[in-house]
Structure formats: structure tokens, C-alpha cells
């Protein structure tokens, strides 16, 4: 690929790391950003809850639901 | 950055809420940092805030369902929940999209980086060089040199946004590197 390894693309990267480094630094992950990922964790897994819930009580009068008698053999 | 992924797997094999609780605050202390420079090299502020905690929302509440297998795709589908995030707002409030960062600013942010590693005289070259790069370069190379190489967004990441093909943004970042290339010769 003619793009690789030219000087401009070295530049280029070494720029972008230190960028990212230097904000990552000057913005250390805050609180009410680890509050945000909580409360949607917490209401994802609450939705999960429900659902399940929801499947199970569905599902159960099915499973309690009596079997029908067997139909006598009709050969005799 | 394997230990991301790692993470990722387990969590969506993890039943339990404070499990849960755990493990997304330790995917989100690796990943918050680059999605609030995404998110902050596109906005300008408070909004840029508000939109990264909606980035956040987004990514939190979708990772238990992320199908990808690999960093790669894990990062790619986050940036896609930023970019939507950020493309949504621009739609509502197009005044709020950040005019490019000014090479101060961006000095000081390289700067910054050299309390973890110090700067190498060759290293300040190399930086003032390429923030030269960007100064000089058309708006349009300057947009996608910055996402690949500053953001940090592959080739596939850009020809999603861009509405692209993956040979098209490829070609497009290489004719803009040469452009450079040119401007440093």
C-alpha cells in the first residue's frame, strides 16, 4: 500500500496518541459519569427482570394445564 | 486492550446486578476517556455533556446484546452509538457542532500527555509538525485525517459515517496523507 510508513502518517499518529493521553488526563472519568452507567445498568437488568417474569407467568398455567386422558384403544 | 473484551464477554454472561455493577465500571474507566474526546472534539459545551451522558446511556444499556467477539468491533460499535448520539443533536441544535480545535489548545493537550511521558525534543517536532499538517490541510482531508488519526477511527468506522465503502474512505485518507506528505517533502 503505497499510504504506509510515510513520515507524515508517523506524525500524524504520534499526534493522536499524545492527544488522547493528554485529554484522558486533564479528564479523569468523573462521577456523574459512572452514576449514568449505574442507573442504566440497574434499569436494563430491572427490564430483564420483568421480562423473564413475564415469560414465566405465561408459561406457567401451560405447564399446569391437566393432560387430556388417553383415548382408549379403539381396536377392541 | 484485550482485557476490554474480556470484560465485555463476561459481563454478558453475568446474571447478577452487582456483578453487573462492577463490571461496567470497569469497562466504562477504559473507554469513557476516548468516547468524551469523540464527543467533545465534535460539540461544543455544555451540550457536549449532556450528549456524553447519553453515549454513555446508550452503551451501558445495549452491552449486555453486543454481538461482536473482538475489541475491534466492540470499539466500532460504541463509536456507532456515539456518532448516532452526536449526529442526532447536530440534526436539533447545528450550532453546537465545534469549530476545529486551535493548535494552542491542541498543545496543551499534548502537553498534557508528558506528565505520563515526558516529551523527547524529537517528540515536540514530530508534534508541531503534524499540528502544521492539519492547520494546512484542506478542511475536508483535515476532518478525516483528524477521526483516523487523532479520534482514532478505522477505516470501517469512517465509511459508515461517511456513507462510504471501506475501498473508498481507505483512498480518501491516503490521497489526504499524500496531500500531507507533500506539505512536509
Redesign the interface.
Known amino acids: ?3 504506509q510508513n ?22 479523569p ?1 468523573p462521577q ?3 452514576d ?10 430491572e427490564r ?1 427482570q420483568e421480562a423473564t417474569r413475564r415469560t414465566s407467568t405465561k408459561r406457567g398455567p401451560a405447564k399446569a394445564k391437566p393432560r387430556e386422558p388417553q383415548e382408549p384403544d379403539r381396536g377392541e | 486492550m484485550e482485557q476490554l473484551i474480556k470484560l465485555v464477554r463476561t459481563y454478558r454472561l453475568t446474571a447478577g446486578l452487582a456483578e453487573r455493577l462492577t463490571l461496567a465500571e470497569e469497562v466504562f474507566r477504559l473507554i469513557e476517556p476516548e468516547l468524551r474526546f469523540f464527543v467533545f472534539g465534535s460539540l461544543t459545551r455544555p451540550a457536549a455533556e449532556d450528549v456524553l451522558q447519553e453515549v454513555l446511556r446508550g452503551v451501558a444499556t445495549g452491552m449486555g446484546k453486543f454481538a461482536g467477539d473482538t475489541t475491534a468491533e466492540f470499539w466500532g460499535w460504541c463509536y456507532r452509538i456515539a456518532r448516532n448520539k452526536v449526529n442526532d443533536h447536530l440534526r436539533k441544535q447545528a450550532a453546537d457542532r465545534l469549530q476545529p480545535m486551535p493548535p494552542e489548545e491542541l498543545r496543551q493537550l499534548a502537553e498534557s500527555s508528558a506528565q505520563a511521558s515526558p516529551l523527547s525534543p524529537e517528540d515536540k517536532h514530530d508534534l508541531e509538525i503534524a499540528l502544521a499538517l492539519l492547520a494546512r490541510s484542506k478542511p475536508e482531508c483535515r476532518d478525516f485525517l483528524w477521526q483516523h488519526f487523532v479520534i482514532g477511527l478505522d477505516y470501517t468506522e469512517i465509511a459508515d459515517e461517511r456513507n462510504l465503502s471501506y475501498d473508498a474512505a481507505r483512498m480518501k485518507i491516503g490521497r489526504c496523507l499524500d496531500e500531507a506528505q507533500a506539505l512536509i517533502s
Open positions: 500500500m503505497p499510504h510515510t513520515d507524515a502518517e508517523a506524525k500524524l499518529k504520534k499526534l493522536g496518541q499524545r492527544l488522547r493521553q493528554g485529554f484522558a488526563r486533564q479528564h472519568v456523574q459519569s459512572l449514568t452507567v449505574r442507573d442504566a445498568v440497574r434499569q436494563e437488568w430483564e
